[in-house]
């Protein structure tokens, strides 16, 4: 049985917390405790924790030192800027680990996670659940398989709203950084991750790898009031010449979910979240897979080098292109009980005309659009900043 505990039990980390739950009650887990830093704000989770024979701890330090070597895996679903620093610590005292999407916030992160994974002979897997779902594995093999002949263009579009509630909730929504942490939030980061990552997944040259950049143009812009962008358009090549695209956006009037096109040489094949099982169903097969993973089988996890290819992609963006600011002009306003939402005037067209064009809005002379260069990333291993 897998001894399991748990850093963060509020916000996303009450769904972990649950599907341990759910997974102590089929005696897959033995949940030992859960770090629990406001207990005020978490009364129901703590007696949860409790009542299922684990302990609650305030500090990481306290935990590891009290649970000793008696670990097996340590779920992560804290702040993007943790899970770095945070995982590093588990696999230092011997765990396995399970961190939410992204893997980290830069490059260097992840490859510091790596080496201690190496160092600790301990497995990191991270939380983008679409790769773990038979979906789009069958789709990587039918790729691999040559179904659509050479695999030319993988685009992807997604338009979700997101009101001023949303980037309230906490103290990192839509930054760029908090203090020295560097964070990156935007919806390429956050809400459309797992959709990005899902490109460089089904690009990559081998079942179990994802692509590697060779080159990247982006166009990042702002029409709300954070810090970081809330729309962006991106074509990037792998370093086997794949082009990937993708348009994302949080200001808009209408929600569009994210699909997925994968065009050959000879064929076609698309992708859409819209009809498939709900997200947390996904996260079920997770976690389900995580555990059966832990216990022998060879059934494909998101581990590190999968989820590298995202990070490395989210960081050029920030390289590759300053984020615009759009005027207010060029969007409305639209009031709610939880917020403001901004939507940026006829983003939903401009969206799809990028989408069918596969180009970005500075290619098409959107008025306020800023025209862009391609980006060498071949040697992109390093994130020292936003472009300014």
């Known amino acids: ?62 935990m590891f030192a009290a649970l000793n070597a008696g670990i097996d895996l340590c779920c992560i679903p804290t702040e ?21 999407k992204p893997a980290a916030v830069t490059v260097q992160d992840i490859d510091a996670m790596r080496s201690a994974a190496r160092k600790a002979d301990r497995k990191v897997m991270v939380g983008f659940q679409n790769i773990y779902n038979d979906d789009i594995q069958y789709i990587k093999r039918e790729l691999l398989n040559g179904s659509v002949g050479q695999v030319q263009t993988i685009k992807m579009l ?5 009101d001023a509630a949303y980037f309230n909730r906490n103290a990192w929504a839509g930054k760029l950084r908090v203090g020295r942490d560097w964070v990156l939030d935007s919806p390429a980061n956050n809400a459309f991750a797992h959709f990005i990552n899902i490109l460089c997944f089904l690009a990559g040259p081998k079942f179990e790898e994802s692509s590697e950049l060779s080159s990247m143009q982006a166009e990042l812009y702002r029409a709300m009031s954070i810090e970081s962008f809330d729309t962006a358009f991106v074509k990037a090549v792998t370093s086997s010449g794949i082009l990937l695209h993708f348009s994302v956006t949080h200001a808009c009037a209408e929600m569009v979910d994210p ?14 979240l819209k009809g498939k099982e709900s997200v947390n169903e996904s996260r079920v097969v997770m976690f389900d897979k995580v555990i059966d993973h832990l216990n022998g ?51 939903e067209g401009i969206v799809e005309e990028c989408y069918q064009e596969i180009r970005l809005p500075g290619e098409l002379n959107i008025p306020w659009a800023r025209s862009t260069e391609m980006m060498d990333c071949s040697d992109f291993d390093f994130f020292a900043g936003p472009k300014p």
């Open 158 to 162: 997604g338009l979700w709203r997101r």
């Open 259 to 272: 699909q997925i096109q994968i065009i050959g040489s000879t064929g076609e094949i698309s992708w859409s």
């Open 297 to 347: 089988s060879d059934d494909l996890v998101c581990d590190l080098d999968i989820a590298y290819s995202l990070t490395q992609v989210i960081n050029a963006m920030h390289v590759a292109a300053s984020i615009t600011q759009i005027a207010e002009q060029n969007y409305s306003v639209i009031p709610s009980d939880s917020g403001d939402q901004i939507a940026i005037n006829n983003i």
């Open 80 to 100: 993007l800027s943790s899970h770095a620093s945070l995982t590093i610590q588990a696999l230092e005292r011997g765990c396995h680990v399970l961190v939410e």
């Open 1 to 62: 049985m897998i001894r399991a505990v748990l850093i963060g039990v509020t916000g996303y980390g009450a769904f972990y917390l649950s599907q341990l739950l759910r997974l102590v009650d089929e005696n897959r887990v033995q949940l030992l405790g859960a770090v629990i830093r406001n207990p005020d704000l978490a009364k129901s989770q703590i007696e949860l924790v409790q009542s299922n024979g684990a302990r609650v701890f305030s500090t990481t330090d306290e």
